[in-house]
């Protein structure tokens, strides 16, 4: 089967433009009309109106986000927000986009990678634990903790938080893939010392772009990361620290502001895809996905753990059902990385198994009931 024959693509990006056309349409053509384009009104509304969102969460402090330019930068300016640079390690999974890893070098800090609970994917909380107690020979000492929402799942934050506090390390959630998740009712993102979001286009919030944030409670780092996106300007064209160019366009803010108007009932629909795709594997060799108690995962992937990986992609794919591997290869076995980043004690076995398993089956918002009704029919023939 060529590309062109299949029916249900794993996302549709094009599909995220027609659900909203007339009112994103109407957001960049104010854009265009008020001749600003960098740091201007539509970013404080959506900083604004992201931070509210955010703080409406059942028990969230008041919270406040900076816009800047990806997901990758919003780890960055955290860190450099807090200080953490040269000098100091930060501990991550290495199952995650290569960006978690490569935010953490952006800075000059040093990765430690934590392997992940094979259940859930994320970081496995034995392991931080051995880690923070008895750091690999030679690591500066750790500063930060940054666990991934990865898929949507939520970690196990209030024990990151706990085993953290303990050891005077700084946590920050890694929420590209978790816009909306909670853990125990709380919002994904208002838990932590600060939060980064990634807003690519495939995010469950996502722009037609490139676009990040960061939200946190503290605001002397919200103030200072402002500075710092803009090549540490307190005062315009007066760089009263080091920083850099991480600014979020009005475009996109714009545009942002649009799809965050239906970002919850976009998460409901991805959780309504869900809970049909685990109705049509209930007689199928492979589990659903895993959710911890008093989690609510929205779904940014649906993830299957098979063995057999290629030829069940093959016949999914021959019935019209692409799907896509998230993610192939693991950080620490990358040729930029392999061999020089420092790892918990397990080396990172279970998630170098994962990959070598991991299967996402199409998950958007503007799925139709057709196509879902094609994919489930695939599922059930497995």
């Not at 816009?179 to 909670?182: C, D, F, I, S, V």
């Not at 009263?240 to 475009?251: C, I, K, Q």
């Not at 239906?262 to 991805?270: G, H, I, P, Y």
């Not at 309504?272 to 209930?282: H, T, V």
């Given at each position: 089967?060529?590309?062109?024959?299949i029916?249900v693509?794993?996302a549709?990006?094009?599909?995220?433009?027609?659900?909203?056309?007339e009112?994103?349409?109407?957001?960049v053509?104010?854009?265009?009309?008020s001749?600003?384009?960098i740091l201007?009104?539509?970013?404080?509304?959506?900083?604004?109106?992201?931070?509210?969102w955010?703080?409406?969460?059942?028990?969230?402090?008041a919270?406040q986000a900076?816009?800047?330019?990806?997901g990758?930068?919003?780890?960055?300016l955290?860190?450099?927000?807090?200080?953490?640079?040269p000098?100091c390690?930060?501990?991550?999974?290495?199952h995650?986009?290569?960006?978690?890893?490569?935010?953490?070098?952006?800075?000059?800090?040093?990765?430690?990678?934590?392997?992940i609970?094979?259940?859930?994917?994320?970081?496995?909380?034995?392991e931080?634990?051995a880690?923070?107690?008895a750091?690999?020979?030679?690591?500066?000492?750790?500063?930060?903790?940054i666990?991934?929402?990865?898929y949507?799942?939520p970690?196990?934050?209030d024990?990151i938080?706990e085993?953290?506090?303990?050891?005077g390390v700084a946590?920050?959630?890694d929420?590209?893939?978790a816009?909306?998740?909670?853990l125990?009712?709380?919002?994904?993102?208002?838990?932590?010392?600060?939060?980064?979001?990634?807003l690519?286009?495939?995010?469950?919030l996502?722009?037609?772009?490139?676009a990040?944030?960061?939200?946190?409670?503290d605001?002397?780092?919200?103030?200072?990361m402002?500075?710092?996106?803009?090549?540490?300007?307190?005062t315009?064209?007066?760089s009263?620290?080091?920083?850099?160019?991480?600014?979020?366009?009005?475009?996109q803010?714009a545009?942002?502001?649009?799809?965050?108007t239906?970002?919850?009932?976009?998460?409901?629909?991805?959780q309504?895809?869900?809970?049909?795709?685990?109705?049509?594997?209930?007689n199928?060799?492979?589990?659903a996905?895993?959710r911890?108690?008093?989690?609510e995962?929205?779904?940014?992937q649906?993830?299957?753990?098979?063995?057999?990986?290629?030829?069940?992609?093959?016949?999914l794919?021959?019935?019209?059902?692409?799907?896509?591997i998230?993610?192939?290869?693991?950080?620490?076995?990358?040729?930029?990385?392999?061999?020089r980043?420092?790892?918990?004690?397990?080396?990172?076995a279970?998630?170098?198994?994962?990959?070598?398993?991991?299967?996402?089956?199409?998950?958007?918002?503007?799925?139709?009931?057709?196509?879902?009704?094609?994919?489930?029919?695939?599922?059930?023939?497995?």
């Open positions: 089967m060529n590309a062109q024959d029916i693509p794993q549709d990006l094009g599909a995220v433009y027609r659900a909203q056309k009112e994103i349409d109407a957001a053509a104010r854009v265009l009309a001749g600003w384009y201007g009104q539509e970013g404080a509304a959506f900083e604004g109106e992201y931070a509210a955010l703080s409406a969460g059942q028990g969230a402090p919270m900076v816009g800047c330019a990806n990758t930068d919003a780890i960055a955290i860190l450099r927000g807090l200080g953490i640079g000098g390690a930060v501990a991550t999974v290495s995650t986009a290569v960006a978690t890893v490569a935010a953490i070098e952006m800075v000059g800090a040093t990765p430690v990678l934590i392997d609970d094979p259940r859930t994917f994320c970081m496995d909380m034995d931080l634990k880690v923070l107690a750091p690999p020979p030679g690591l500066p000492p750790i500063r930060a903790v666990p991934v929402h990865i949507g799942h970690c196990d934050l024990a938080l085993t953290c506090r303990k050891a946590v920050i959630e929420c590209a893939q816009h909306g998740a909670r125990g009712g709380r919002m994904i993102g208002t838990i932590g010392d600060a939060a980064a979001f990634s690519y286009p495939t995010k469950n996502g722009a037609l772009g490139d990040g944030i960061t939200a946190t409670s605001a002397a780092l919200a103030k200072r402002g500075a710092i996106r803009q090549y540490g300007w307190h315009r064209y007066i009263d620290e080091p920083g850099v160019n991480s600014r979020l366009d009005e475009m803010a545009i942002l502001r649009v799809r965050l239906v970002l919850d009932a976009n998460n409901a629909r991805r309504a895809i869900a809970a049909a795709y685990d109705e049509a594997l209930a199928a060799p492979y589990a996905p895993y911890a108690p008093g989690t995962h929205v779904f940014h649906y993830v299957l753990r098979v063995p057999e990986r290629e030829a069940v992609m093959a016949r794919r021959a019935q019209g059902v692409a799907t896509a998230h993610y192939p290869v693991p950080v620490h076995e990358q040729g930029a990385y392999a061999g980043i420092a790892m918990g004690p397990a080396g990172c279970e998630t170098s198994r994962a990959a070598t398993e991991v299967m996402s089956l199409p998950v958007f918002p503007e799925m139709t009931e057709g196509q879902l009704d094609k994919v489930c029919a695939a599922l059930r023939s497995l």
